[in-house]
Nanobody, 124 residues
Framework: QVQLVESGGGLVQAGGSLRLSCAASGRTFSNYGMGWFRQAPGREREFVAGINWSGASSIYADSMKGRFTVSRDNAKNTLYLQMNNLKPEDTALYYC?????????????????WGQGTQVTVSS
């Protein structure tokens, strides 16, 4: 079993920044890729960013490139998402997820454990 707990969400004005964290426990954190997804009301879950097991490789959704940065600290079993220049359309519930393999992956089907999410609300 893997437990994932997100934190760091909140209310921020457009143009502001937030840093999300995801604390992992239960298995060797460095053995797996990790990812961030988000879901806004009435919309499907959307890929945000993914990172491979070592942190050396990452991928982003096009709308997040240049604004969001995913990173991980394997010594602390923690995944991060630095979000800058936030926009109202970034408002969503943000989830971290553990990948089935070592790489960074785009689709939810490539992830097998999910956190409960942390709410990010961006006001205009």
């Amino acid at each position: 079993q893997v437990q994932l707990v997100e934190s760091g969400g909140g209310l921020v004005q457009a143009g502001g920044s937030l840093r999300l964290s995801c604390a992992a426990s239960g298995r060797t954190f460095s053995n797996y890729g990790m990812g961030w997804f988000r879901q806004a009301p009435g919309r499907e879950r959307e890929f945000v960013a993914g990172i491979n097991w070592s942190g050396a490789s990452s991928i982003y959704a096009d709308s997040m490139k240049g604004r969001f940065t995913v990173s991980r600290d394997n010594a602390k079993n923690t995944l991060y998402l630095q979000m800058n220049n936030l926009k109202p359309e970034d408002t969503a519930l943000y989830y971290c997820a553990k990948a089935r393999g070592l790489r960074a992956y785009l689709t939810p089907q490539d992830y097998d454990y999910w956190g409960q999410g942390t709410q990010v609300t961006v006001s205009s």
